[in-house]
């Protein structure tokens, strides 16, 4: 990384009032969601939170160390399971120990955080309004189990690497969910049935699921300047290099696992929570899917980025349904016309900025082509009666989503901010290094002839 | 990008080289005789569990293990030629058993939609034949593509058999392998692996949806009129053993694909220019190889294959799962089989597959439910996937074949 940028004294006190008047407005934002905001909005806010938790913990794996895990649902799914079990309320307990399609064992349904208290004279904490306290432990436990899978999953990362380590994590976390619906575990995770009745107040509040966000980005902020995330940014960039230079490769790699298992395993606790019942489809592969592509839209190896690019995410799966109604078939023409024509001025202006020739290549000229007779197809009323049939889009979102995750892996492999973090710098053009216009003379000097690699943090 | 050989194992291998040839025989044995132990104890527990029983697990099994073979060819040529796990493979496989499905069932679609997909796959093709330079004259190309949409929209009123829809659907998936290369792959060569194979998951991803969409949302009925969906019985010590000719059809039909493209690969000028780009890409491309086109063609052979395993996937279990679903599975354990196999490749690709098979359909049978244990069918899903970590941590170069894995 291109060092942080030098504020010097008074910059570092404004640094400082700045974060603070950016939590304040924060939480003012969110008390407004919370009070005047509609429930889904504030539910939609509480998801963007828990999958931010998600993502910025893959992130660590993903982005900053360069190893592709794909089995985050998985440890999702433990903490998921493991916090959803130990919250369970006593009627829900008892509804499942009467059903005859229980197949929870009853050491399993004895397992709550509620009961523990009251056997260790802990009262107080086993009282309703302490429930917090105790989803904040169930979380946590959750976490720790996840991470256990984490070190598990982690140990192949010292034998293998690249696209194998890829399918490994891959295998596990489908590993987890396949064996999580079989006998041998439906007596903690009551089979493919699942289990309803988990408290909801807290992976639906905004207030438990921002709180936990900010944990979750102060702690990856930390680790990502500290000496350790330049340990795993060293991994990332050569291994040889970093091993060489001192760096426990297995160390540092198993404990990166841990640690993005964790806050995996909390990110699953909240989203189970959230929904109100663990079942094994929320834990589907589709879940670490979505996490990618906001890491890759968003920027590899950026909390910052992996921020913006949940906001996508979630944006696109909560608010995206008008995509899946359905309409007339013209009506889809016309969407398939326009959005072809868009994608060939996207790809005319793409080949003129790299100068590319011929400017309006076969590609350029069929979309556009084929999205104009399309739309003037419809709009002619020349099939009208065929056109009239109504169809729905099923799936629309993700075919966008994927659409979108490689395009951008074709022609902008860094994401929106590459390994950029946010930094008040933007905003505020007082920066001590703005280069003289000697300077920039002398740097136009320097890369003459077009430099196309000059990226990091300056602009 | 380099990939090395590893020099370590070799070096060390030197002073128990006798140990080391006979050691598979050694292992094949043992596991074998433990095999015979487990079936006659279980004969001896329970008399249902006789010969008859265990043949007809060794047919399914290697019904079954047939068909991941057919589909862990296309992983392993994909692999061996870019070294990419080509995630979207089980998705080409399902858009394969659909495209079937329609040929023989007629389509739902209006004919311009029709006539759109047979203007592709005819183009598709085409530009594939164009690399042999048979078809260089645009005006020869123009005339074959009308050509073939006008016999394309004339068969699409007519009702096609198993073995037309087969083929037909090989086209379909051939062109569609052709068209993800071109369009996911082919603009990141070069580029770090972990980004082709992320466009790979969202190519995945892209066609389960996009099945949602165009073909149906629900488990679907795979029926054609066919004689091998009938039943066949034999005798096995007296006892009749109960299956379809699929058994007959599955193998017969791999055994014939296999010896084709066993041929294509090691005999023709393709063939050469295929194991050449494997090799050495930068090479075989300052040798005068298009080592764009051989991908193209790998590409196209290899779900060529996935259509086949998928027509006779849906003739062997009567019925197709959604698009979305459908393809997740066999893909990845066909994956498993090639890794367990060899990636790259193309006997271990078979070997592996026909492996997965009787791991999944023989294991289970024996270890079926006996008095308080209760079998381990619903566990013979995670075989494969636990198959595959085992190999991988322990010899990533599978069974036969290299170590392809990228080294420090």
Redesign the interface.
């Given at each position: 990384m291109p060092g942080t940028p030098d504020y010097g004294p008074r910059g570092v006190m404004l640094r400082r009032l700045l974060n603070v008047a950016a939590v304040v407005a924060l939480v003012i934002v969110l008390f407004f969601v919370q009070s005047s905001g509609s429930v889904k909005l504030g539910q939609v806010f509480a998801l963007f939170a828990i999958w931010a938790i998600a993502t910025v913990s893959l992130n660590l794996i993903n982005g900053v160390t360069g190893i592709l895990s794909l089995g985050h649902h998985g440890f999702m799914l433990i903490g998921g399971y493991v916090t959803g079990l130990l919250m369970l309320p006593e009627s829900a307990r008892a509804n499942l120990s009467f059903s005859a399609r229980n197949s929870l064992s009853d050491f399993a349904i004895g397992l709550s955080v509620e009961r523990w208290m009251n056997a260790l004279g802990l009262d107080f904490l086993a009282a309703p309004e302490t429930i917090g306290v105790r989803f904040v432990i169930a979380a946590l436990l959750g976490g720790l189990l996840a991470a256990v899978f984490g070190l598990v999953v982690g140990f192949p990362s010292l034998r293998l690497r690249g696209d194998y380590l890829a399918v490994v994590t891959f295998a596990f976390g489908e590993v987890i969910r396949l064996l999580a619906s079989t006998p041998l575990m439906a007596s903690y995770t009551n089979g493919a049935l699942g289990f309803a009745g988990v408290p909801s107040q807290f992976g639906k509040s905004v207030w438990w699921t921002f709180g936990a966000l900010a944990i979750t980005v102060f702690v990856f902020a930390r680790l990502k300047k500290g000496s350790y995330g330049r340990a795993l940014q060293g991994i990332r960039e050569d291994e040889i290099a970093a091993e060489a230079m001192g760096v426990n490769i297995a160390y540092h790699k198993v404990l990166a696992f841990i640690i993005s298992a964790f806050f995996a395993g909390v990110a699953g606790g909240l989203w189970v929570s959230w929904v109100g019942t663990a079942r094994l489809d929320l834990f589907l592969f589709t879940l670490t899917f979505y996490f990618l592509v906001a890491i890759s839209v968003g920027g590899t190896g950026s909390i910052t980025g992996a921020l913006i690019g949940t906001v996508l995410v979630v944006w696109v799966r909560q608010y995206g349904d008008p995509l899946e109604q359905a309409y007339p078939l013209s009506t889809w023409l016309v969407a398939a016309g326009v959005v072809l024509v868009a994608a060939g001025a996207l790809g005319w202006l793409y080949r003129r900025n790299r100068r590319l020739r011929p400017v309006a290549n076969p590609f350029v000229i069929g979309a556009a082509v084929v999205g104009v007779l399309a739309a003037l197809l419809a709009w002619s009323g020349l099939l009208e009666t065929q056109l009239a049939s109504r169809w729905q889009g099923f799936g629309m979102r993700a075919i966008a989503l994927s659409v979108l995750l490689v395009v951008i892996m074709i022609f902008k492999p860094a994401g929106i901010m590459g390994r950029r973090e946010f930094q008040w710098t933007w905003l505020l053009r007082d920066r001590k290094d703005v280069p003289t216009e000697e300077e920039r003379r002398q740097d136009a000097w320097l890369h003459r002839g077009g430099d196309a690699a000059a990226g990091g943090a300056e602009e | 990008m380099s990939v090395r050989a590893d020099s370590g194992r070799g070096a060390s291998a030197g002073g128990r080289s006798a140990l080391r040839r006979v050691a598979p025989w050694l292992i094949g044995a043992v596991v074998l005789g433990l095999i015979a132990w487990r079936m006659l104890y279980l004969h001896s527990v329970n008399q249902n569990f006789n010969g008859a029983f265990f043949a007809g697990a060794a047919v399914r099994s290697l019904q079954l293990g047939s068909l991941y073979a057919l589909i862990a060819l296309g992983y392993t040529m994909v692999y061996g030629i870019i070294?990419?796990?080509n995630f979207a493979h089980g998705e080409v496989f399902m858009v394969g058993a659909f495209a079937a499905f329609f040929l023989f069932s007629g389509t739902p679609y209006?004919w311009?939609v029709a006539l759109v997909v047979a203007a592709v796959v005819a183009y598709g093709f085409l530009h594939f034949l164009g690399f042999f330079r048979v078809l260089g004259r645009p005006i020869v190309l123009g005339a074959a593509l009308l050509a073939f949409v006008a016999v394309a929209v004339a068969l699409a009123s007519v009702r096609f058999g198993w073995l037309g829809a087969m083929v037909g659907s090989m086209f379909v998936t051939g062109v569609l392998g052709m068209t993800i290369d071109r369009?996911?792959y082919k603009?990141?060569r070069g580029?770090?692996?972990?980004?082709m194979?992320?466009?790979a998951?969202?190519?995945s991803?892209?066609l389960?949806?996009?099945g949602?969409?165009a073909f149906t949302?629900r488990q679907t009925p795979f029926r054609p009129p066919s004689f091998f969906t009938g039943g066949l019985t034999f005798q096995v010590g007296g006892e009749t053993v109960f299956a379809t000719w699929m058994i007959v059809l599955v193998p017969a039909v791999t055994l014939l694909l296999v010896a084709v493209l066993t041929t294509l690969v090691t005999r023709t000028r393709l063939g050469r220019a295929m194991r050449a780009t494997s090799q050495d890409a930068e090479t075989a491309r300052m040798m005068g190889v298009d080592v764009d086109r051989v991908i193209a063609s790998t590409f196209l052979l290899g779900s060529m294959l996935a259509a086949a395993a998928a027509v006779m996937w849906g003739m062997s279990f009567g019925s197709i799962n959604q698009p979305?679903i459908f393809g997740?599975l066999p893909g990845?354990k066909a994956?498993?089989a090639a890794?367990i196999g060899g990636i790259g490749s193309l006997p271990g690709a078979v070997i592996g597959g026909l492996l997965l098979g009787f791991l999944e359909n023989f294991l289970t049978a024996l270890f079926p439910r006996v008095g308080d244990f209760?079998g381990i069918t619903?566990?013979k899903?995670?075989f494969a996937?636990?198959a595959?970590?085992l190999i991988?941590?322990l010899r990533?170069s599978g069974i036969v074949g290299e170590d392809l894995?990228?080294k420090?």
């Open positions: - | 070294r990419l796990i209006a311009p369009v996911a603009p990141l580029a770090p692996r972990n980004s194979l992320i466009t998951i969202a190519v991803f892209f389960q949806n996009f949602i969409l949302n979305a997740i990845i994956f498993a890794v209760t619903e566990y899903d995670t996937f636990l595959m970590i991988l941590l990533p894995s990228e420090v």
